[in-house]
């Protein structure tokens, strides 16, 4: 069974501090996705990482998947009211099988920023 | 393109009754997965439809199904409904870049089932 292992739980910050949430398994992982997701809505896609090593940059979002593909980070500079929220890690296995469709989740990060 | 639309948004079901939730995958998808999310246990994987044909399931009980139609719509039915069904049920439709390995599913609002 894969597992991933998201920390920390919570994140309570001020308005311009930089933040990281982790994303670690002990699976390989064939892509991993990070989400946002609102109260009562859907996880919005943020980024898609396939590449061991491979850094992604969404304005003050910066995504990060191990070389070994078995973790990733979400790195937030100066962080927003606006970027309060929950934020989820996803990864995918291409080994067919009991891998189709299906996404293992981490538990999620509820970040808050303070104005 | 329009994303990905589920139907009802939310729903208020006694305990013993059935219910069936709909999802339109964004166009040209073909692949429809289905979650169930709590406080408690997260997102969790039900089951994923391909081609009308269920090719994954999750560890859930029989009480829980679902079907592909011919249009890449998909339907999930839970029967005999329980306290514990209450959750956001959660529809996604994937996109697999096979040549690079990248899989990326869209998630539609949610269904937001209470049952009482």
């Known amino acids: 069974t894969q597992l991933l292992e998201q920390s920390p739980q919570f994140l309570s910050i001020q308005e311009g501090e930089n933040l990281t949430v982790y994303c670690n398994s002990s699976s390989v992982f064939s ?24 850094v ?13 593909r078995k973790d990733s980070s979400l790195h937030i500079t100066a962080a927003q009211p606006g970027d309060t929220g929950l934020y989820l890690c996803a990864g995918h296995s291409n080994a ?3 891998s189709y469709g299906k996404l293992t989740f981490g538990q999620g990060t509820i970040l808050t920023v303070h104005p | 393109k329009a994303g990905v639309t589920q139907t009802p948004r939310y729903l208020i079901k006694t305990r013993g009754q059935q219910v069936t939730l709909s ?47 011919s249009n890449s719509r998909s339907e999930m039915n839970v029967s005999t409904l329980e306290l514990g069904d209450s959750a956001l049920y959660l529809c996604a439709s994937s996109l697999w870049f096979a040549s690079s390995g990248k899989h990326e599913q869209y998630f539609g609002p949610g269904t937001r089932l209470t049952v009482t």
């Open chain 1, 31 to 54: 892509s991993l996705q990070w989400y946002r997701q609102e109260p009562g809505e859907g996880p919005v896609l943020l980024v898609t990482v396939v590449t061991g090593g491979e």
């Open chain 1, 56 to 68: 992604k940059k969404l304005k003050r979002l910066t995504f990060q998947f191990g070389d070994a």
């Open chain 1, 96 to 98: 067919g099988g009991t």
């Open chain 2, 23 to 69: 999802c339109s995958p964004i166009s040209g998808h073909r692949s429809v997965s289905w979650y169930q999310q709590t406080p408690g246990q997260g997102l969790q994987f039900l089951f994923e439809y391909f081609s009308e044909t269920q090719r994954n399931k999750g560890n859930f009980p029989g009480r829980f199904s679902g079907r592909q139609f």
